[in-house]
């Protein structure tokens, strides 16, 4: 196999650098700067080679060209790329080494810094050192390392073969910079709430679950932060938000993986439209600053983040794109059925049910362009404000987008008996549509001490990147995706499968 051929020759390698006294995997480095760095600082004319400037590189070699008494290199690091020259007439002894360089390895390289005959700045060196003699093959710089499951395994094959997945976890960096900074700028104040909690709550989701043994207790990884940050309005912290991890125990697909990234935003005397000026208008500009356009093609589809965003009902986008009559019970339940779902399942939902199940399985499918979902049953948002005009109803949004869920607000619920009533309610539900696993009382007890009107807001990161980036995968926008575990052989033995011209040596 060519894998392990190409191994086992750089295993060889190996040994000849250390019986030659070369240590391959070497120390600190002082750096000239990063490699576009050195590259801008090339003068642009040179009449003396004499009066170059003298500069150290480091990076990975991802070219070799041998030319017997000349070595060409391409050094890459995260800024960019640079060609640097061994020549043995300048290297002396030391030129026999190049014979063990290999691609994948990092070196630095200290010379002249100089543009070479045909134009191309390059390091003419003087010396080179080995920083981390690689042992695996590279996949081919020109193909790329295609194999989808590997990527996602071996992310940092994926991040060394393909630029494009270089390129693009670096703008989700850009973005979640961008995300921070806008809300910064807008007065509020980042902050950190726990990730185990004794009770869990913000959402209706399984948890996972784990255990403290100095305190003999179980202890829930967080499916959301909500409860914790409305805590913080009652303490006088009136505009807060956490971008950080919340872990769900469900399923994984496209658009969920058990572990994401979320921000949660909660302002006081404020509500859920002032919410929704916030994201369209957070969104709009974070993509016309980092992508030049707020024009992004997802899936064939063009879709246009510029503000504003419609605000449909919920019932009128039942009524219009699913053609059911949301009064309706025995409608939606037909429809519901005729889309596969089991009748048994159907007939036990009621009212306030089936309009969430029409949704989601009907209408959120169809809904490309962003837009504001409004109105959905109280009874579904045990911690959001009730319609003044229709109590039946909440003052609550989700926005949906290419066909799935980016976000979901409310004007969040003040009042402390409601609250403590509808824990109540919600813990008698159980199981996976319950939002809170016990009435919780500290909760209620800092809603009693007086919480302000406020809006509050949370955001999918993940998908957020998915959108902005044009990924229909959740995995292609998450460094290290949750998989089924194997074993190392496995994980060989498919490796094995990539055709060898993908292996680049």
Same mark, same amino acid.
């Given at each position: 196999?060519?894998?392990?051929?190409?191994?086992?020759?750089?295993?060889?390698?190996?040994?000849?650098?250390?019986?030659?006294?070369?240590?391959?995997?070497?120390?600190?480095?002082?750096?000239?700067?990063? *490699?576009?760095?050195? $590259?801008?600082?090339?003068?642009?004319?040179?009449?003396? !080679?004499?009066?170059?400037?003298?500069?150290?590189?480091?990076?990975?070699?991802?070219?070799?060209?041998?030319?017997?008494?000349?070595?060409?290199?391409?050094?890459?690091?995260?800024?960019?790329?640079?060609?640097?020259?061994?020549?043995?007439?300048?290297?002396?002894?030391?030129?026999?080494?190049?014979? /063990?360089?290999?691609?994948?390895?990092?070196?630095?390289?200290?010379?002249?810094?100089?543009?070479?005959?045909?134009?191309?700045?390059?390091?003419?060196?003087?010396?080179?050192?080995?920083?981390?003699?690689?042992?695996?093959?590279?996949?081919?710089?020109?193909?790329?390392?295609?194999?989808?499951?590997?990527?996602?395994?071996?992310?940092?094959?994926?991040?060394?073969?393909?630029?494009?997945?270089?390129?693009?976890?670096?703008?989700?960096?850009?973005?979640?910079?961008?995300?921070?900074?806008?809300?910064?700028?807008?007065?509020?104040?980042?902050?950190?709430?726990?990730?185990?909690?004794?009770?869990?709550?913000?959402?209706?989701?399984?948890?996972?679950?784990?255990?403290? /043994?100095?305190?003999?207790?179980?202890?829930?990884?967080?499916?959301? !932060?909500?409860?914790? &940050?409305?805590?913080?309005?009652?303490?006088?912290?009136?505009?807060?938000?956490? &971008?950080?991890?919340?872990?769900?125990?469900?399923? =994984?697909?496209?658009?969920? /993986?058990?572990?994401?990234?979320?921000?949660?935003?909660?302002?006081?005397?404020?509500?859920?439209?002032?919410?929704? @000026?916030?994201?369209?208008?957070?969104?709009?500009?974070?993509?016309?600053?980092?992508?030049?356009?707020?024009?992004?093609?997802?899936?064939?589809?063009?879709?246009?983040?510029?503000?504003?965003?419609?605000?449909?009902? =919920?019932?009128?986008? =039942?009524? +219009?794109?699913?053609?059911?009559?949301?009064? +309706? %019970?025995?409608?939606?339940?037909?429809?519901?059925?005729?889309?596969?779902?089991?009748?048994?399942?159907?007939?036990?939902?009621?009212? +306030?049910?089936?309009?969430?199940?029409?949704?989601? @399985?009907?209408?959120?499918?169809?809904?490309?362009?962003?837009?504001? $979902?409004?109105?959905?049953?109280?009874?579904?948002?045990?911690?959001?404000?009730?319609?003044?005009?229709?109590?039946?109803?909440?003052?609550?949004? @989700?926005?949906?987008?290419?066909?799935?869920?980016?976000?979901?607000?409310?004007?969040?619920?003040?009042?402390?008996?409601?609250?403590?009533?509808?824990?109540?309610?919600?813990?008698?539900?159980?199981? %996976?549509?319950?939002?809170?696993?016990?009435?919780?009382?500290?909760?209620?007890?800092? &809603?009693?001490?007086?919480?302000?009107?406020?809006?509050?807001?949370? *955001?999918?990161?993940?998908?957020?990147?998915?959108? &902005?980036?044009?990924?229909?995968? =959740?995995?292609?926008?998450?460094?290290?995706?949750?998989?089924?575990?194997?074993?190392?052989?496995?994980?060989?033995?498919?490796?094995?499968?990539? %055709?060898?011209?993908?292996?680049?040596?």
């Amino acid at each position: 196999m060519a894998g392990h051929r190409i191994r086992e020759e750089r295993l060889g390698k190996l040994a000849a650098l250390r019986e030659a006294g070369v240590e391959p995997y070497g120390e600190r480095v002082a750096t000239s700067g990063s *490699i576009a760095e050195i $590259v801008a600082s090339c003068p642009a004319e040179q009449e003396n !080679p004499e009066q170059a400037p003298k500069v150290t590189a480091a990076g990975r070699v991802m070219a070799v060209r041998n030319m017997g008494k000349s070595t060409w290199l391409d050094l890459r690091d995260r800024s960019g790329k640079i060609q640097a020259n061994l020549l043995q007439k300048r290297l002396g002894d030391d030129y026999a080494l190049t014979k /063990n360089l290999d691609l994948g390895d990092f070196i630095s390289v200290t010379g002249s810094l100089m543009k070479s005959r045909t134009g191309e700045v390059t390091i003419f060196a003087d010396s080179f050192a080995f920083l981390s003699k690689s042992l695996e093959p590279l996949p081919a710089k020109f193909k790329g390392l295609r194999d989808v499951e590997i990527r996602f395994r071996r992310r940092y094959l994926d991040l060394v073969a393909n630029e494009e997945s270089r390129e693009r976890f670096i703008l989700r960096s850009r973005i979640i910079s961008f995300i921070r900074s806008y809300l910064d700028g807008r007065g509020f104040l980042e902050v950190e709430t726990p990730m185990l909690q004794s009770i869990y709550g913000g959402a209706a989701a399984r948890p996972f679950i784990t255990h403290h /043994n100095a305190l003999d207790m179980d202890l829930y990884l967080r499916i959301s !932060p909500e409860t914790y &940050l409305k805590r913080l309005l009652v303490g006088g912290l009136d505009r807060v938000y956490e &971008l950080n991890r919340n872990f769900r125990n469900e399923g =994984i697909d496209t658009s969920h /993986n058990p572990e994401f990234t979320m921000i949660e935003l909660y302002q006081a005397y404020a509500d859920y439209t002032d919410m929704m @000026e916030l994201l369209e208008n957070m969104v709009s500009e974070a993509a016309t600053t980092l992508l030049g356009t707020t024009k992004i093609v997802f899936e064939g589809n063009e879709i246009d983040v510029a503000a504003p965003w419609p605000r449909r009902r =919920i019932t009128d986008l =039942i009524r +219009d794109v699913a053609k059911v009559d949301p009064t +309706d %019970d025995d409608a939606m339940r037909a429809a519901l059925v005729k889309l596969g779902m089991e009748k048994e399942k159907v007939a036990a939902l009621n009212h +306030d049910y089936l309009i969430k199940e029409v949704m989601d @399985e009907l209408v959120e499918p169809t809904l490309i362009q962003p837009t504001f $979902v409004t109105h959905h049953p109280a009874s579904l948002n045990p911690l959001c404000k009730r319609n003044r005009d229709d109590p039946t109803l909440s003052d609550r949004f @989700e926005v949906i987008v290419a066909g799935f869920e980016l976000s979901n607000a409310f004007s969040e619920l003040n009042d402390p008996l409601e609250q403590r009533a509808r824990f109540e309610a919600q813990v008698g539900v159980g199981g %996976d549509e319950a939002c809170c696993n016990e009435v919780d009382d500290d909760y209620v007890s800092a &809603l009693e001490v007086g919480m302000p009107p406020a809006g509050g807001m949370g *955001i999918g990161i993940d998908r957020l990147i998915m959108l &902005l980036t044009g990924q229909a995968s =959740i995995r292609e926008v998450v460094l290290f995706p949750t998989l089924k575990q194997k074993t190392r052989e496995e994980i060989e033995a498919a490796m094995e499968e990539i %055709d060898e011209g993908e292996l680049e040596e």
